[in-house]
């Protein structure tokens, strides 16, 4: 079971929404910074509910 361009899409968008989060917190506002770094686990969260309903299915 490898890897399919759905995971690397996941996973880009959460390493995106990280390098995001960590932008807003150091030169913005460290409040939209933490709100974007939410983004981070929900998204693979996210992924992983997905995958887990292929599998049933």
Do not use: C, E, Q
């Not at 390493?15 to 807003?24: K, N, Y």
């Not at 939209?32 to 992924?47: D, E, H, K, M």
């Amino acid at each position: 079971m490898g890897m399919k361009p759905s995971d690397y899409f996941l996973l880009t968008a959460a390493f995106l929404s990280f390098l995001l989060s960590v932008s807003l917190w150091f030169l913005v506002h460290h409040d939209a910074g933490i709100f974007v770094g939410l983004w981070v686990p929900s998204i693979l969260t996210f992924g992983g509910y997905v995958k887990s309903l292929k599998r049933i299915n």
